[in-house]
């Protein structure tokens, strides 16, 4: 690491969740160069480690009038560079609950003009500022905050871990190769032999197969990170709102023999086999006339596009006709799909047209019979089965600059096949490498890093 870049101000926040009556401790963080001398101010201490950096030490916070105190604490100090942000920081680790940390804090930034309260994130803004951790890794500890389940947890971890800049820079540096080797032919083309586009050409699309298995892993991730959404969609009375009971383990929806009984979206979010899941039940489509139910089975078309995966039900006793088939029909063609026979008690299995049990699940919802079959369909037609090949989860934001980048190097391709000229490929593959510093963060904007740093909570 270069330097530390110490901003004027010194920054606090409670960087621990606190709530009344839940968790022993809160803790208050302190980061910049008038930490520790401001926290002298208000902590009394006979500890003969007192200000120690990288010690724990004991003592108590005075109130502003003598011999008063508001609370006993644990103080560590952790001098520069050697802390989270590379600034000096300190810890006051008080009691539990809201009032006394935040009476804390309030004698904290009432003892110097200098000490303010952080904004959202501004300690993770202030590591990556000063070097400790890229982009992508102060990411990642906005993600492992925020996550919900264990996996979504471990791809953060390894996220924070630099994973994530890792695998970008190993990107980056084939195209610097590739970037090095064009541009001392652009300077001094006669000592070259000719250009070898086949090799080129060949070196560009195993970066590009790269980027591809990046992008694709990422969907994946992202059903880990935020969640399937599942819309169950058929005619009605077919059992739609009784899967949603079953998965839910939950009257959570009317169930009837009436034909039209749900009218309203119903959305019930679960998580099954540790993958947050979203199921939305719909009203069941039918031609009518009735006002309600119209709007009722409009909302469901809308939930087919809202929706990551659709489940076709149909009643076996009906069989599949023609109506399922133009509903199918009108399913857009990148959403995951799995169709469901239903009321499989019903029938007799002989009985069933073979052409529909290709691709299609049989179940008796009623009866319990066939829910393991149909949650694992979910999972590996989601990809989700071979978990242990994802090991990053990408955001937005890094998949937008992967994304562009793969499109200057399909343009590099273009150069090449329509024999434009050579220095073209030179600035195609520098703005690709510089979509590439993007995520990482060597390509900054004011404007970027507060966007990203904003989402964060205050005293991170
Ligand atoms: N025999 C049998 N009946 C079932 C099965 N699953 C659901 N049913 C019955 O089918 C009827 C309709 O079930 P619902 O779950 O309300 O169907 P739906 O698709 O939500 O219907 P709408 O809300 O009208 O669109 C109810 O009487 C259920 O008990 C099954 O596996 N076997
Ligand atoms: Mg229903």
Not at 25 to 54: F, L, M, P
Not at 165 to 176: M, Q
Not at 268 to 286: E, F, Q, S
Not at 383 to 406: D, M, P, W, Y
Request: proline letters at 1%; charged letters at 30%.
């Amino acid at each position: 690491m270069d330097s530390i870049v110490t901003t004027e101000d010194t920054i606090a926040a409670i960087a621990s969740a606190i709530s009344i009556g839940k968790g022993g401790v809160a803790i208050i963080r302190v980061s910049g160069k008038d930490s520790i001398n401001s926290c002298k101010k208000i902590v009394q201490t006979k500890s003969k480690y007192a200000w120690e950096s990288h010690r724990v030490f004991y003592g108590f916070i005075k109130e502003n009038k003598q011999n008063k105190f508001i609370d006993e604490v644990l103080i560590l100090v952790m001098k520069s560079p050697n802390s989270f942000t590379g600034e000096d920081v300190v810890e006051l680790h008080c009691h539990g609950g809201i009032i006394i940390v935040n009476k804390v804090l309030k004698r904290l930034l009432s003892c110097n003009s200098r000490v303010r309260l952080a904004n959202p994130g501004e300690f993770s803004q202030r590591a990556f500022l000063n070097g400790k951790i890229d982009l992508t890794q102060a990411e990642s500890i906005n993600q492992l905050i925020n996550a919900s389940n264990t996996r979504s947890a471990e791809l953060a971890f390894s996220g924070i871990q630099g994973e994530i800049k890792k695998k970008i820079n190993d990107i980056k540096n084939d195209l610097i190769n590739q970037l090095c080797e064009i541009e001392a032919r652009v300077d001094f083309e006669e000592d070259f032999t000719d250009f070898d586009y086949t090799k080129y050409l060949k070196k560009i699309k195993k970066v590009k197969e790269k980027i591809e298995l990046l992008i694709e892993n990422a969907k994946r991730n992202s059903y880990i990170h935020n969640g399937i959404s599942i819309a169950l969609i058929g005619k009605t009375n077919v059992g739609k709102s009784s899967l949603l009971n079953l998965l839910a383990k939950k009257e959570k929806a009317i169930v009837t023999n009436i034909p039209g009984t749900t009218r309203d979206v119903i959305e019930v979010n679960l998580t099954i086999n540790d993958i947050p899941m979203k199921i939305i039940d719909t009203a069941g489509i039918r031609e009518t006339h009735e006002q309600i139910e119209s709007i009722g089975i409009k909302k469901s078309f809308g939930k087919i596009k809202e929706s990551d995966f659709i489940i076709y039900i149909y009643s076996l006793e009906e069989g599949f006709n023609e109506e399922d088939k133009k509903i199918i029909e009108e399913i857009p063609k990148d959403k995951l799909i799995t169709i469901l026979g239903n009321k499989k008690d019903l029938i007799d299995r002989k009985n069933i047209n073979s052409n529909e049990l290709k691709n299609t699940i049989l179940m008796s919802i009623k009866h319990n019979d066939g829910e393991r079959l149909l949650i694992d369909t979910i999972i590996k037609k989601c990809g989700l089965k071979q978990v242990e090949n994802i090991n990053i989860f990408l955001n937005e934001r890094h998949l937008t600059n992967l994304s562009a980048c793969l499109s200057n190097l399909n343009d590099t391709d273009e150069i090449i096949k329509n024999k434009l000229p050579f220095d073209l490929l030179s600035i195609e593959l520098r703005d690709g490498i510089q979509n590439l510093s993007k995520i990482t963060g060597q390509e900054l904007t004011e404007e970027l890093l507060d966007n990203i740093f904003s989402k964060f909570c205050i005293g991170k």
